[in-house]
């Protein structure tokens, strides 16, 4: 076992001083003179480094590797947690605890950031072009869909006195959506069909196979080879019946989980928004906004300081654009908020459907900018703001704000914030949204107006005495939670590392509970793993239900098992693993016809997979909803259809009418959501 120096031997001298290769204490890897950190690994070769930190002194804390991931997290997932471990703050922000015999634990969230930036330091950059996605875009994108934003003041109170009116149970109900006002006798079949015959104006560029290849490349989580199932025979999912610890017990009365996805066009002030409503409510130090304000203003960024509480890589801050989902979290007096910042630009809008897709409801940012919103609506044929809108109604997000921002650049006009919402509120309600479900905030994200208290511009305030968006979020109707069904835990982040045999992974539980100790399956790759720690923000906690976004540190299980994509389920209650599906779909507004045979991206929770489409079994009535006779070879805009979809590998899958989490699709090709849909039938069961 490593025991910590105590003395004060300079911490950058070490290598200098035993020249010539040395082995990993931790992997036995042999590596090279001038390596600081294992190659493999990427624990230093210094090992008091991780320990002259403890102390907390600005020194060690500047000399300490900011790649060091590896060896922290095996740190914390194998040393035993003790009563007697104390919180540790270092004076660059990273938290942790030290045991009673020196060790340090750190915060599952810590070890992922850190692991994930441990993992970035192989891509090699090369200068930015939008409309060229560069290996760095492609990467960034497919190896870190997210983030964890640690920047927060932990002692931070929660908002209080927030005033709750008008609340009902959120229903998750299928996709009902519709294109009423261009062809409104096609409402039934959609409401049936579940899915939106709107238009989404995106022209992207498709890196999918490219960002495929670069993670089998780059990804260290591996691909499981001859799986050998450890699972027990499938038991009916009919005879589950929930525990008493996963029903809501003494905690009932506790604030519950709100994932609040933040989505909108590119540039429409999403991430300041954020960085905005975090420092308002006190969850950003001054300190930490000094820095950011000093930092984005000496690099010519000033007025993203804000973004940046969100934006936190190199990349995105040099670019001003979001590229992976950041998470943050604050405290209403109704709910512990997850914030999930979304990326807007067209080129990663497959992260931001792994973000949104474990939304309850959405912040739905728009730029008033004369131009700017319009841009967003799609009159030069790129829209985020109604491809978002769409995507995450047919994610079955039911509530919307719709955050109408940069009121200040439109000198906070009554008559700009009326065309806004008369333009963007028809579209919505094409979409499937009810009138009643959605809210109208108009705010200024950079000069904190109407964010947690009411306007104070009389500009604003002389005709708006509606919600600030505090307010707005806290009166959103409670979501609806599933502890009655067997758990299922789609794996959004895998954070591991092969050679030392540990993986922490996080998502949202969707269906039931899981507590610390218990046993949980692995899907697709049949493995049993134990929970070792579950944390949320950074807290550690004994258990977590239906709708908890939380990290968990799995034990007794090869990494190369665990993939993002995958799904942690009850282990006499395994999840379907299918090769081929049938699909109800939708055809969105495209402009290239499908074909047979076609090839494309299928989204289904956090899984990617090339696809391929084997028959269109039968079109869909535009009338009635009711399959036709017609098979057709092609589908063209609007039409609805069954088809039959051969999957490049195994996904974990559920029948949307079992589950509808795990039941929706969404088809990617040529960087265009081409169709969403739903799964109707997962005719092959692999057996794993
Ligand atoms: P992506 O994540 O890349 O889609 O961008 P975003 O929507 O997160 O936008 P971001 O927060 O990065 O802000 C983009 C620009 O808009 C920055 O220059 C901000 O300063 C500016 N901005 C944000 N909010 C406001 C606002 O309320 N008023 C004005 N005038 N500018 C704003
Ligand atoms: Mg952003």
């Known amino acids: 076992m490593f025991v910590p120096k105590t003395d004060n031997q300079s911490d950058l001298e070490e290598p200098c001083r035993n020249p010539g290769p040395w082995q990993c204490t931790i992997c036995t890897h042999q590596n090279e003179t001038s390596y600081i950190s294992c190659e493999l690994c990427g624990v230093l070769r210094n090992l008091s480094l991780y320990f002259n930190n403890a102390v907390g002194t600005e020194g060690g804390a500047k000399r300490r590797n900011k790649h060091s991931g590896v060896s922290v997290l095996a740190r914390s997932l194998f040393s035993p947690p003790s009563p007697k471990s104390k919180a540790v703050v270092f004076s660059d922000g990273f938290q942790g605890n030290t045991n009673t015999t020196g060790y340090m634990q750190a915060s599952l969230d810590a070890l992922h950031e850190t692991y994930m930036t441990h993992k970035q330091r192989r891509v090699n950059i090369v200068p930015f072009k939008f409309d060229t996605p560069s290996p760095d875009d492609m990467v960034s994108a497919g190896l870190k869909s997210f983030k964890h934003v640690r920047k927060v003041n932990a002692e931070a109170p929660s908002i209080d006195s927030v005033d709750i009116a008008g609340k009902k149970v959120m229903d998750d109900h299928d996709l009902v959506t519709q294109d009423a006002h261009t062809d409104p006798s096609s409402s039934a079949k959609l409401d049936e069909l579940g899915g939106n015959g709107s238009s989404v104006d995106v022209h992207i560029q498709n890196k999918t196979p490219v960002l495929d290849d670069e993670l089998q490349h780059l990804s260290l989580e591996g691909k ?140 739905l940012v728009v730029d008033a900018s004369v131009g700017s919103f319009e841009s967003g609506m799609g009159v030069n044929g790129i829209g985020q703001t109604k491809e978002h809108a769409q995507l995450i109604r047919s994610f079955g997000v039911e509530n919307l704000i719709v955050a109408v921002n940069k009121m200040d650049s439109v000198e906070y006009s ?262 969403v849909g739903v799964v109707t039938r997962v005719p092959e069961q692999v057996q794993v």
């Not at 130090?285 to 934006?311: C, I, L, P, R, T």
Request: one cysteine or more; proline letters at 4%; a positive charge.
């Open 224 to 363: 499981p080879k001859n799986i050998k199932a450890k699972i027990k025979k499938p038991v009916s999912v009919s005879q589950y019946k929930a525990e008493p610890w996963m029903l809501q017990g003494e905690d009932q009365k506790m604030p519950r989980q709100l994932n609040l996805a933040i989505v909108g066009h590119v540039d429409s002030g999403k991430s300041t928004l954020c960085g905005r409503l975090l420092h308002a409510l006190g969850r950003i130090s001054k300190k930490q906004m000094h820095k950011n304000e000093k930092e984005a203003k000496e690099k010519g960024k000033g007025s993203f300081a804000y973004a940046w509480a969100m934006d936190e890589s190199a990349e995105e801050r040099a670019r001003g654009v979001t590229m992976t989902v950041g998470v943050a979290y604050f405290d209403t007096e109704n709910y512990q908020v997850v914030l999930l910042d979304s990326p807007g630009h067209k080129d990663f809008v497959p992260n931001m459907i792994s973000g949104a897709t474990q939304s309850d409801a959405a912040v």
């Open 414 to 675: 009554k008559e700009r914030f009326s065309f806004v919402k008369s333009q963007l509120g028809m579209y919505l309600r094409s979409c499937g949204y009810k009138e009643s479900a959605i809210s109208w905030v108009p705010l200024s994200a950079m000069n904190n107006e109407n964010l947690v208290t009411v306007a104070s511009d009389t500009r604003l305030s002389s005709w708006y005495d509606g919600n600030c968006l505090l307010k707005a979020i806290d009166s959103l109707a409670p979501p609806r939670r599933d502890v009655s069904k067997p758990l299922r835990l789609p794996i959004c982040d895998v954070v591991s590392s092969h050679m030392l045999g540990q993986v922490a992974v996080c998502g949202k539980v969707a269906t039931g509970a899981i507590r610390s100790d218990s046993k949980v399956l692995v899907m697709p790759s049949g493995e049993l793993a134990t929970v070792r720690i579950i944390e949320r923000d950074s807290s550690r906690l004994n258990l977590a239900r239906a709708g908890d976004n939380i990290a968990i540190g799995l034990q007794g299980i090869d990494p190369i098992h665990v993939t993002s994509g995958g799904v942690l389920c009850h282990p006499d209650y395994p999840v379907s693993v299918a090769s081929s599906l049938e699909l109800k779909i939708l055809v969105l507004d495209i402009t290239v016809p499908i074909l047979v045979g076609l090839q494309f991206e299928l989204h289904i929770h956090h899984a990617k997979v090339s696809a391929s489409l084997v028959k269109i079994l039968s079109l869909l009535d535009q009338k009635t909803g009711k399959a036709s006779a017609k098979k057709p070879r092609m589908l063209t805009a609007r039409q609805a259809a069954i088809i039959e979809v051969k999957l490049e590998r195994e996904v974990c899958v559920e029948e949307f009418s079992a589950l509808k989490a795990l039941g929706r699709a969404f088809l990617r090709s040529q960087g265009i959501t081409v169709a």
